[in-house]
């Protein structure tokens, strides 16, 4: 599932049993020829090589390779979910975290990427000191904070996204209108039909109003998701400087405790998000970001 759309179909294509079995048939046979004199190598070769360009093409992007592949990875997904051992929630957790890191807009990614490298420094310190309880519980703190971090990123890019769609000024003009419509009705209450249409116009109203108190509280929202953002990453920069410098661990262990502690009110602000946003409570758990870093590097 972290493959390309596309990609991952044109790569089951490429490893379907049948495919690898024509594959190894051509690739004894095709030399078995040319060298009898059978066939000419300009002219097997580029025939061959239409054979494996055209089934990838047509097969890489039929919906028969596409149902098949959604198939295997829904039961994969189904026997992760079910499977309760600490090895597949940290799976889990990894792929979650591909999904929001490789869902943000490449300037956001950058930003991430760029905290991630600072906090490095954990990931040096976890190797000298593996054995450390102090190194384990700073490095998961720094963990659930990046996590945190990254979901604010993700937070912000979807309520960005929202903007683009709100058109502010739509919503003066439809007020506008519907009030005026609203008096150029009849006062005479015996109107039925006019009393329709003030029902509706005043529905139409009301909607417009909790429209713009939507876009209100989701400004409001924003600007403290940015105010978040810059905050954890000043204060992650901070302790990894810390740490870097060899200061007191518990003095960074407190702090980095301190820090993870305050994010709390941040999480519960980001569940309150979740139309936006799409986070559950299987978010709540941080994944093993540096450690993964480390392992990338290794």
């Known amino acids: 599932m972290s493959d390309e759309p596309v990609s991952r179909y044109i790569k089951a294509a490429v490893f379907h049993p049948l495919h690898i079995v024509a594959v190894m048939a051509c690739l004894i046979l095709a030399p078995a020829a040319i060298a009898t004199g059978m066939i000419a190598p300009w002219i097997i070769l580029p025939i061959l090589a239409a054979l494996e360009v055209g089934y990838i093409g047509f097969y890489g992007t039929s919906d028969r390779c596409k149902r098949m592949v959604e198939e295997k990875e829904a039961k994969k997904a189904k026997m992760l979910a079910s499977d309760n051992s600490p090895k597949a929630a940290a799976q889990r957790q990894k792929e979650r975290f591909d999904e929001l890191y490789k869902g943000l807009d490449p300037s956001l990614r950058k930003q991430f990427d760029e905290l991630r490298k600072r906090c490095d420094a954990f990931n040096e310190m976890s190797d000298q000191y593996s054995t450390s309880a102090v190194a384990r519980e700073?490095?998961?703190?720094?963990?659930?904070?990046?996590?945190?971090?990254?979901?604010?990123?993700?937070?912000?890019?979807?309520?960005?996204?929202?903007?683009?769609?709100?058109?502010?000024?739509?919503?003066?003009?439809?007020?506008?209108?519907?009030?005026?419509?609203?008096?150029?009705?009849?006062?005479?209450?015996?109107?039925?039909?006019?009393?329709?249409?003030?029902?509706?116009?005043?529905?139409?109203?009301?909607?417009?109003?909790?429209?713009?108190?939507?876009?209100?509280?989701?400004?409001?929202?924003?600007?403290?998701?940015?105010?978040?953002?810059?905050?954890?990453?000043?204060?992650?920069?901070?302790?990894?400087?810390?740490?870097?410098?060899?200061?007191?661990?518990?003095?960074?262990?407190?702090?980095?405790?301190?820090?993870?502690?305050?994010?709390?009110a941040t999480e519960q602000a980001i569940g309150e998000l979740n139309l936006f946003t799409g986070f559950t409570a299987v978010d709540d758990m941080a994944p093993d970001i540096l450690s993964e870093t480390r392992q990338k590097v290794r």
């Open 138 to 264: 700073q490095l998961s703190g720094v963990n659930k904070l990046l996590w945190v971090y990254l979901k604010l990123l993700h937070t912000k890019m979807k309520l960005d996204r929202f903007f683009e769609t709100m058109n502010t000024e739509e919503l003066d003009r439809q007020e506008r209108d519907a009030l005026r419509r609203l008096e150029d009705l009849p006062t005479d209450a015996l109107d039925p039909i006019a009393e329709k249409k003030r029902s509706s116009i005043e529905d139409t109203i009301q909607t417009v109003r909790a429209r713009r108190e939507n876009v209100k509280r989701a400004l409001e929202n924003r600007d403290f998701v940015i105010l978040e953002i810059d905050r954890i990453a000043v204060k992650l920069t901070g302790i990894c400087e810390m740490a870097i410098n060899r200061q007191d661990p518990g003095a960074i262990t407190q702090d980095v405790d301190g820090v993870a502690r305050s994010v709390e």
